[in-house]
T-cell receptor
Framework: ETGVTQSPTHLIKTRGQQVTLRCSSQ?????VSWYQQALGQGPQFIFQ???????GRGNFPPRFSGLQFPNYSSELNVNALELDDSALYLC????????????????FGQGTRLTVV | GEDVEQSLFLSVREGDSSVINCTYT??????LYWYKQEPGAGLQLLTY?????DMKQDQRLTVLLNKKDKHLSLRIADTQTGDSAIYFC??????????????FGKGTHLIIQP
């Protein structure tokens, strides 16, 4: 148990729709990162939020957006879903800005499996 | 861009040592990590090493880093059936305080034979 929970665990959406995935971080963890893990691939960094502000982004289009709330929860929103968006989406939380191992390790949730049909 | 490469599969007999290898391209990598992913689960950080270290040992795990060749390895001594999982190598430079995230390899499936 990492103390990071994601919901829902599985989701099926139709191409063109919008989706919101949720993550509940450990209490006190100010940093949350989101990753996309396609089947058979390693996780790819989407973006990171620190104290409700986006402070880093990977190579993902603007239709991937996020929010972080003061209660240590966060959201990943994806608009205009494409078939290639089908993947496991992972969130990871850590105490501070520096990421592992300078503050503590990043704790990963179990992920949300998104299928786009 | 940054790249992390791993072999996709490794099969070992229970009780033997497993050695999982990884190469990376980013010369500014400061931290290198090994994560474990079991079916249906998220990622678990196993160990990490700073780029100014050559070796780190943590119980059954030994990490070796050859910075000149940009080669990282994870040795698991006395491999058990519970070690069966996908192992990911990852790197970051953390120069931006981690805001660039981690760059992961595709993962190595460790298969344990009885």
């Amino acid at each position: 148990e990492t103390g990071v929970t994601q919901s829902p665990t599985h989701l099926i959406k139709t191409r063109g729709q919008q989706v919101t995935l949720r993550c509940s971080s450990q209490s006190g963890h100010n940093t949350v990162s989101w990753y996309q893990q396609a089947l058979g691939q390693g996780p790819q960094f989407i973006f990171q939020y620190y104290r409700e502000e986006e402070n880093g982004r990977g190579n993902f289009p603007p239709r991937f957006s996020g929010l972080q709330f003061p209660n240590y929860s966060s959201e990943l929103n994806v608009n205009a879903l494409e078939l290639d968006d089908s993947a496991l989406y992972l969130c990871a939380s850590s105490l501070g800005l520096a990421g592992p191992p300078l503050d503590t390790e990043a704790f990963f949730g179990q992920g949300t499996r998104l299928t786009v049909v | 861009g940054e790249d992390v490469e791993q072999s996709l599969f490794l099969s070992v007999r229970e009780g033997d040592s497993s050695v999982i290898n990884c190469t990376y391209t980013d010369s500014s990598s400061t931290y290198l990590y090994w994560y474990k992913q079991e079916p249906g689960a998220g990622l678990q950080l196993l160990t990490y090493i700073f780029s100014n270290m050559d070796m780190k040992q943590d119980q059954r795990l030994t990490v070796l880093l050859n910075k000149k060749d940009k080669h990282l390895s994870l040795r698991i001594a006395d491999t058990q059936t519970g070690d069966s999982a996908i192992y990911f190598c990852a790197e970051s430079d953390n120069s931006g305080g981690g805001a660039d995230g981690l760059t992961f390899g595709k993962g190595t499936h460790l298969i344990i034979q009885p």
